[in-house]
């Protein structure tokens, strides 16, 4: 395992360049790593009982990915968006893990790894014994989804790509994907998960959807 990537075991939801954190869970441990030059996040979930692990965002630096994931090697590789930024080390992490790829089916077509499951709303894929829910939130691109852990009692915890952020949605390049981005995330996630819900976005430090959901309207108003 490379220097950079030794997780440490002090969560706060904010990771510098070229570092990891741990967070163990009940069922998950999830590692948060930022990668490349765009401090892209990259998330390690591991299932307790079996195991196995799931990356979210092969994004770049792949060497500091692989030593994450160590001898566990990787069943499964999400891509939460066709951007650049968040494939950068896709192919590599793939042909070295053999993992299965996953994204959303109107972005997969322009990932240039070959995705295995193209998965659209409500959709289940699971990390061992963990299932998550798919999400998707179209605007910051057509397929963008995201992820999410909702355990039967106790804190959901989202994985959301581009799509959401401390501070408003990713960006969108017009008015209709602003609005249908807006829509879907009041509908599909302040509209069905509760405040305390943990929110881990594709750049940047965590946040809660309680920390955000004030600031909704706020959003509307300033607009794409």
């Not at 994985?159 to 969108?172: A, E, N, Q």
């Not at 069905?192 to 943990?198: A, G, I, K, M, R």
Request: net charge negative; hydrophobic share 40%; charged share 20%.
């Amino acid at each position: 395992m490379t220097a950079a990537a030794e997780p440490s075991d002090n969560y706060t939801g904010h990771v510098e360049a070229g570092t990891a954190a741990r967070r163990t869970l009940p069922g998950v441990t999830i590692v948060k790593a930022s990668v490349g030059p765009m401090d892209n996040n990259c998330y390690l979930l591991r299932c307790a009982e079996t195991g196995e692990q799931l990356l979210v965002d092969a994004a770049n630096d792949a060497e500091t990915l692989l030593a994450l994931a160590g001898d566990a090697g990787l069943s499964t590789v999400v891509t939460t968006h066709q951007h650049w930024d968040h494939i950068q080390a896709l192919e590599s992490v793939v042909q070295t893990t053999g993992a299965s790829t996953v994204a959303g089916a109107d972005d997969a077509p322009a990932i240039p790894v070959p995705t295995a499951q193209a998965v659209g709303d409500g959709d289940q894929i699971a990390v061992g014994e963990v299932p998550l829910r798919i999400i998707q939130l179209v605007g910051h691109t057509p397929g963008s989804i995201a992820v999410l852990y909702q355990p039967s009692a106790g804190t959901p915890h989202l994985f959301t790509g581009d799509s959401l952020f401390p501070g408003g949605p990713g960006r969108t390049t017009n008015a209709v994907d602003f609005t249908s981005l807006m829509d879907d995330l009041e509908r599909k996630i302040f509209g069905q998960l509760p405040d305390e819900t943990w929110v881990y976005p594709g750049h940047g430090k965590d946040t809660t959807l309680g920390a955000e959901r004030p600031h909704l309207s706020d959003w509307r108003e300033r607009g794409w």
